[in-house]
């Protein structure tokens, strides 16, 4: 069953208690979900991954929101959030606080409630909730991770070489890629709440159930990445793949697989989070890839528009079509057109979304399942866009002999540092 109406009485009088005076929670009016909240008792199989007990009585509706339409998928999301946090070996404070950051630099205002009532849990979080309002720069290891999630937010290819070069100083090549992922998600997270248009929980304030320690590791300031167990195993399946991990587009192991795996927890939670999710899926492959493709279009994602090139021409689009979709939207179906208008509006400036925009995409689609997969595909490539062209990350050969097959020949070009100078 699906709970019809999510109104609580008084959430305009919290947006206006929280402890930040800008006007985007004070401004922000009380939201119907725009898409089906599943009831309580549906998200129970959560466990402990959630930040809540299950008996607190206290339900994120992000957590509802995805047990709504893929109820398999919102265990492996909580893990997901829990491990961005946890995971890895920065601090859960300065992670929470680049989730702030971004959350305040996208506009989502639900993201924003969230993140500040789990940094007001330790003396530390509630510290970087101050540091998270000012602007000026100190080449300290917080401040760097605020910036570096700023910076990531705001353009898919980062830092400049230069600042680039202040947060090696600090952080090594594995946390590097640990801060890349933890901005990345938090770009998938407040699109998510923007798009699924989700309204402020009566208990926002509460504190969140006791939270887990951080976990001490004795390689933590090595000045060399050491590999761990983790990462070797997670090599291992990557060469060793199963039959659901050769379903990819016939590059063999990409390049942000071999990145990710740095990271290995953070890694593992989110590729098996969008396993889930696409196990549910009901929009066609060549419709997500559409998406995708105008996402990394909008974003100028090298890497990934490469990606989505090969994987229409593999699903059978013309390459006149493709040619086409490199110049304007003419050769797009009417259907087409009103999924990357939407996706393209929620990638660019998801703060302006609204739930008439999100009903706009369903009656286009004519399926509530298909639109809530389309919103899922856009957030994954605010995700993805921001980590590929973010670390520079090169793309595979037959990824790029594909491209000039539909293109032509030098069509590609290697990423150019260029592109980052301000």
Known sequence: ????????????????????????????????????????????????????????????????????????????????????????????????????????????PYLVAHLTRILKTTEKGRTLIALSTKAEPKDDAERLALRYATSLTKAVHGMGDTEFALVRAYYNDA?????????????????FCQGAGLPLEAWVKEAPDALPKEETREDKAARITLASDAEMETGAKLLTPSPDLKKGLGIGIANSQRAMMRVPDIGEAWWGYMRTSRAGAKLSRTMQLHISFAVSMANGCRYCTVHQVVGLKRQGVEISKLLAMAKDDSALSPKELIVVTFARKLTK??????????????????????????????????????????????????????????????????????????
Not at 48 to 55: A, G, K, V, Y
Not at 175 to 191: D, G, H, P
Not at 373 to 383: E, K, V
């Open 175 to 191: 946390q590097i890629v640990e801060l890349s992922s933890v901005t990345c998600f938090f770009n998938y997270f407040a699109r």
């Open 349 to 422: 400036s998801p703060g302006e979304v609204t739930s008439a925009d999100y009903e706009t995409l369903r009656k286009g689609l004519g399926d509530d399942h298909e639109a809530y997969d389309a919103l899922l595909q856009t957030c994954t490539f605010s995700f993805m866009n921001r980590f590929t062209d973010g670390l520079r990350l090169p793309s595979e050969d037959e990824a790029v002999k594909v491209y000039q097959e539909v293109y032509g020949d030098g069509s590609y070009r290697a990423y150019s540092s260029e592109k980052t100078k301000r």
């Open 1 to 108: 069953m699906l709970q019809k109406k999510s109104l609580f009485s008084g959430v305009t009088l919290l947006f206006l208690m929280l402890p930040f005076g800008n006007q985007m929670l004070a401004d922000t009016p009380v939201r119907v979900a725009s898409v089906p909240l599943a009831l309580d008792n549906a998200v129970l199989s959560v466990g402990n991954e959630s930040l809540d007990s299950t008996t607190s009585g206290r339900v994120p509706n992000y957590l509802k929101a995805i047990a709504g339409t893929m109820p398999e998928a919102a265990p492996s999301f909580a893990h997901l959030f829990k491990t961005v946090l946890y995971g890895g070996t920065i601090s859960p404070e300065i992670k929470a606080a680049m989730g702030l950051k971004i959350a305040q630099e996208t506009g989502s």
